[in-house]
């Protein structure tokens, strides 16, 4: 209809720019048109009496109207527009053969539909105007001579690479456009901004043409699932599990975690209608060794795809001990059940030093039979300090350490990146005059000045944040574990510390009856590591104050203490983008060097040692990453699926700085399970962003007249003539046609 | 109208209930006080910290078969003059007065007390009922110190009800190295601490309490849950301090011993 009316498809006026072709100067055409207006305006005045003022203005507008459409059309409008020659241009036709192209939506293979659309309604069109090369695309394009040949085979849609091998030849080609005909399932997360900009310099536009539904009738999809890459020993582990549905809106669903194939935690959730959603759940990481552990939804009855209904996550639990230094300044409960609750559940992950001020002058440690250096009390020298991979500040002065030493406990956070914990008590946080010394900044609470350190008996209470917390989750099920909170015992002393700084959360207060919650344990990343503040010495209570085999004491510290721990770093720490790899070969290194110091290291030689499924090795040189100093980086091609452990070490100097391990797991046959409904918006988006148009195979015998309209290869450009749009004789009939209908009614003709 | 009685009765009602949350207040046992002393200022400061004396059951097996019993021996003034010496040794946070445990009170109110001491124990006589609590406080992290009961009449009194409060955990002679003899000073070289009747009798034993023994039970980690100072009478060291007559060597081990006992208790 649009081009009925106006003689050119819309893709034309999208691009084109209007142009007046005559010679005469447009006041000129301004000037005759205020005069002919002018001169109908003093016309019906003359004859005011017959008409009200209002119908006047009506025959008036309606004449002036007509006269400055005849005299726009005078000046012969038009359309200036880049136009591929014929037959001079290459057309690039990418029809995806992926496995999800093999899904028979309609009882036909999305595939087989795109075949029937390029042969019905594409190629007798194209052919006879341009080059047509048509390519089969997955994981990348190859070129096809007979897509009939094409069988939805692939693991992997990899849209972008597939784009990048295109533009990459058309230097050697006038490619004028790129048509994608896929149902946009592209397994990389979307198409990267380089490749998008590469296509935008070329100005090459891609039209889609989508394939399949936008969304299955009744599915549950596991859309990502953000679990931790390591874990320590026999810790409890969040991950968090983005779920799509159709057609299961207020349905419950049974939320899982396996590995090999034994149920480690599961929970029932309900899901939401017309909306994704997020999960927590939680489970134990168990013993050291690299764990792949499946999380998804239990399918349910009647999904129409139950092979997207959970994803695998790999987790690297060390064997290392993690050490936590505790510097208490004066005796009291809680330090005795803090001790116990690494203590008594033998914790395979944390060794507990501590250093306890029993009088003025002397000190006694525990924990560490090495740690003769405690003898003298805290650490005097940063790399003492940074020895220990977490830190709690108990109820000790702040003046008891020096300045360097308070310097060195704000480097252990932001440059070693450990965990440190503040707790509260007569000479903890404001009460020891901290607020005034480097320790405040990195405290996720503001200290407010003078006394607040107060000996009531208070409630504890979980915050909305802290219900999703794992170091506040005593139970592994949600609902039991708010319950359970609940009917703790009360502390027995609190702080009332300032509010949360930005970027900080708070995961549990504190209140007396009648008195505003303050906060009670708050949380935030500092730097490379970590900070907490407990604004209390009074958990014991919840040890004693409850039946001796109740363990939530021990829970909550066991827990406290490995968030504290799990993330810091060694010297050298090595990762990659994705421990899965969902069919998927290239495997980006990186790896950060530092210094006993932890100060950054340039000029380390970094080597990854890679073990194969098959037991033989590969190493990989890591090279300086010129833009972030001290980081080292490289790219490893995981040829079989399997798992393939990466150890990178670095030396410098001869001398090993440090070293670490690493897991990751190729998959195959995997990707294709994911996002199997049409993706329409990459593909629109796609098409928006590089100047072309979507299409559904209903409309896409558009293209051909459509896809003339481009700036890429061989271009001419043409000036269209509009005056003879049938809009316009259209426009000019309505316009006289109406007034002549209106004169009649008001009885002036 | 109504509603202003409501909103009060509500306020009560919290109120009451707040109160009801808090551990015992310091009272005073006036004609049980053994050796009556003055009330220091502030007894009812909320520390972290006090000296917890344990009022118990006694007479079926002695003289103490008076509505007293034998809880208060040494009382107040052992406990008073012993916090004094905690509060000036030690970074501990103390009250100035002691706190009396009522076993034959709110069972439940012995679990805010994480440290407590019961004095001449070889005349107590707990009903089954105390028995379990005192094995509930002991198996949540409490800690006993007993003293001031000699020879094999008291010893076996003391092991009768022991037992019935764990029969399954051995009572032990605590070896030199033990922690305990060693978180704030060392003590390796302990002597016989005498009651005050040795400045009368010049005998530092009591009955046939000759060997004084520093034992214990453990818990299952091997630390230690009771501490007991059999044939020896610390109460009365720190009871009489301030008694120039009374050496000062004994007081010394008794302040040094309980201090350590405390501060284990805090850490292990």
Known sequence: ?749 | MRFRIAILAVLLCCGFSALLAFQAHFKEYKGEEENPTAVPPDPDERTEWTFARLRYPSGRYSGYSGEVGSWPIDFPKADRQFLAGVRRLTRIHTRSAEQVIDLTGDPTEIYNWPWVYAVEVGHWDLTDEQCKTLREYLLRGGFLMVDDFHGTFEWDVFVQSMHRIFPDRPIIELPDADPIFHTVYDLDQRVQVPGLQYLYSGRLYEKDGFIPHWRAIYDDRGRVMVAMCFNQDDGDAWEHADNPQYEAKYTSQAYRLGINYIVYSMTH
């Not at chain 1, 030396?651 to 690493?662: A, L, M």
């Open chain 1, 1 to 749: 209809m649009f081009q009925f009316l106006f003689k050119y498809p819309s893709n034309v006026f999208a691009k084109g720019k209007f142009v007046l072709l005559s010679p005469w100067p447009v006041w000129l055409m301004i000037l005759l048109l205020a005069i002919a207006a002018g001169g109908l305006f003093w016309n019906i005045r003359q004859r005011r009496g017959l008409l009200s003022t209002a119908r006047s203005t009506v025959i008036w507008l309606a004449q002036t109207a007509l006269i400055a459409i005849v005299l726009l059309m005078l000046w012969h409008p038009a359309i200036s527009v880049a136009r591929l020659r014929p037959q001079q241009n290459v057309v690039a036709v990418l029809i995806d053969h992926s496995r999800s192209m093999g899904i028979a939506d309609d009882g036909k293979p999305r595939l087989q539909s795109a075949k029937e659309v390029l042969d019905t309604q594409l190629l007798p069109d194209l052919s006879k105007k341009f080059q047509v090369r048509m390519y089969g695309f997955g994981k990348d394009a190859v070129r096809v001579d007979q897509p009939d040949n094409l069988v939805a085979d692939d693991n992997a849609t990899r849209i972008g690479d597939s784009l990048k091998h295109i533009a990459a030849e058309a230097g050697t080609m006038p490619l004028g456009a790129i048509v994608v005909m896929s149902d946009g399932g592209d397994n990389t997360g979307g198409i990267d901004r380089d490749t998008l900009a590469q296509l935008r310099q070329l100005r090459v536009p891609v039209h889609t043409i989508g394939f399949g539904p936008d969304h299955f009738d009744k599915d549950i999809e596991v859309v990502d699932v953000a679990a931790p890459a390591r874990a320590l020993p026999q810790s409890r582990v969040s991950a968090r599990v983005a779920i799509r549905q159709h057609g299961y809106g207020g349905a419950s669903v049974k939320l899982i975690v396996r590995e090999n194939d034994r149920p480690l935690a599961e929970q029932t959730i309900v899901l939401k209608p017309d909306a994704d959603q997020s999960e927590t759940i939680m489970f134990n990481a168990g013993a050291p060794g690299s764990h792949s552990f499946q999380i998804g939804v239990v399918p349910a009855e009647g999904e129409q795809n139950t092979r997207n209904n959970s994803v695998v996550r790999v987790v690297n639990v060390a064997e290392k001990r993690m050490r936590i230094l505790y510097m208490e300044g004066e005796p009291r409960w809680d330090f005795k059940f803090i001790r116990r609750a690494i203590d008594d559940s033998d914790d395979p992950a944390i060794d507990l030093i501590t250093i306890l001020r029993t009088t003025q002058n002397k000190t006694y440690v525990q924990g560490d039979a090495k740690a003769k250096d405690l003898e003298n009390g805290f650490p005097a020298a940063a790399e003492d300090l940074f020895n220990y991979d977490g830190l709690i500040i108990g109820s000790v002065e702040a003046n008891y350490f020096n300045n360097d030493q308070q310097r060195a406990i704000a480097d252990f956070a932001d440059r070693r990146g450990g965990g440190v914990l503040f707790t509260a008590g007569r000479f903890g946080l404001s009460d020891g005059d901290y607020a005034k010394t480097p320790m405040a900044e990195m405290m996720p609470l503001r200290l407010t000045s003078g006394k607040t350190f107060i000996r009531n008996f208070a409630d504890p209470s979980l915050t909305e944040a802290g219900r999703e917390s794992v170091i506040t989750r005593l139970e592994e099920d949600r609902d039991k574990n708010i319950a359970r909170w609940k009917k703790m015992p009360q502390i027995a002393n609190y702080a009332t510390v300032g509010d949360p700084k930005p970027g900080a959360v708070v995961l549990m207060t504190v209140a007396e009856s009648g008195h505003r919650p303050s906060p009670l344990l708050a949380i935030q990343n500092y730097g490379r590591g970590r900070v907490g503040i407990l604004a209390t010495e009074g958990t014991w209570r919840w040890k004693m104050l409850q039946d001796h085999a109740d363990t939530s004491d021990y829970i909550f510290w066991q827990q406290l203490m490995r968030w504290m721990v799990t993330e810091t770093p060694g010297k050298v720490v090595s990762s990659t983008p994705k421990l899965v790899l969902s069919d998927e070969t290239s495997v980006p290194l990186r790896a950060s060097v530092r210094d006993k110091k932890y100060e950054i290291v340039s000029g380390a030689t970094v080597e990854t040692t890679i073990t194969r499924p098959d037991g033989g090795s590969d190493v990989v040189s890591l090279k300086p990453d010129p833009l972030e100093p001290g980081t080292y980086t490289g790219e490893y091609t995981a040829d079989k699926p399997g798992t393939y452990v990466a150890e990178t070490a670095a030396r410098q100097d001869k001398t090993e700085v440090g070293r670490d391990t690493i897991t990751f797991r190729r998959e195959d046959g995997v990707a294709e399970n994911f996002g199997a409904a049409q993706n329409r918006d990459l593909l629109e988006k796609l098409s928006r962003d590089t100047g072309g148009n979507y299409y559904t195979p209903a409309n896409a015998k558009k293209l051909p007249d459509e896809i003339a309209v481009s700036e890429a290869g061989i271009v001419a450009h043409d000036n269209l003539d509009i005056w003879d749009m049938p809009i316009v004789f259209l426009l000019v009939i309505l316009i006289r046609g109406g007034e002549w209908l209106l004169r009649r009614k008001w009885g002036v003709v």
